[in-house]
């Protein structure tokens, strides 16, 4: 059977919502019930991995999956800015949050640059490209936005370009030899999707 990975962005967290910078929040109350609606919508799964965050393991457990920490899935980590959010980072650093945007190869908050984080990520898929059947893994918008970056080859400012939702789904398909994004969308409920 061909390889292929569904990567999952975990439920909203009121972190999230307010723009802040990582931190190991829990699910918020929409978030999990958001999930919990979604139980059973994946289909069978051979593999399925997450994040240690704990809104990874969270959104894991609402979807009714029993998922295997991998550290690789790990958020990025933004040093000195986790737990800030983004407007205070914007008025405490501006230029060093702008060069960070426009040079992601840098890493001013003191954590891991987007290369840093692409690396781990690329070796992640890579292992996964000697598994057969489907993997599933709950993860966050930057794993998900650098698994993109890799698969397509597209360069580093690209990962700024690519919105990564809420429990939305992300297909990657390989023949053996490269990966394939074949879709980014919604986690839809099995009733919506037999409706379609």
């Known amino acids: 059977m061909t390889p292929r990975i569904t990567l999952i962005c975990h439920a909203t967290t009121r972190a999230l919502r307010s723009a802040t910078f990582g931190g190991d929040d829990p699910l918020d109350e929409a978030g999990r019930d958001q999930a919990q609606r979604l139980a059973g919508s994946l289909g069978s799964a051979d593999a399925c991995w997450c994040s240690p965050a704990l809104r990874a393991r969270e959104t894991a457990a609402a979807l009714g999956l029993s998922a295997t920490v991998d550290e690789r899935l790990r958020d990025c980590d933004y040093g000195r800015w986790t737990g800030l959010k983004f407007q205070q980072v914007l008025l405490r650093e501006p230029r060093k949050l702008v060069r960070w945007i426009r040079k992601p190869d840098s890493a001013p908050h003191g954590g891991e640059s987007i290369p840093e984080l692409l690396q781990r990520v690329v070796a992640w898929v ?28 597209a360069d580093l400012p690209s990962f700024w370009r690519i919105d990564i939702l809420p429990l939305s789904r992300t297909e990657l398909r390989t023949n053996g030899r490269r990966w394939v994004l074949r879709a980014i969308a919604p986690l839809a409920a099995q009733d919506e999707r037999e409706s379609e």
């Open 126 to 153: 890579t292992e996964r490209s000697r598994d057969r059947g489907h993997t599933v893994a709950i993860t966050h918008s930057a794993v998900i936005r650098a698994a993109i970056l890799h698969v397509l080859q």
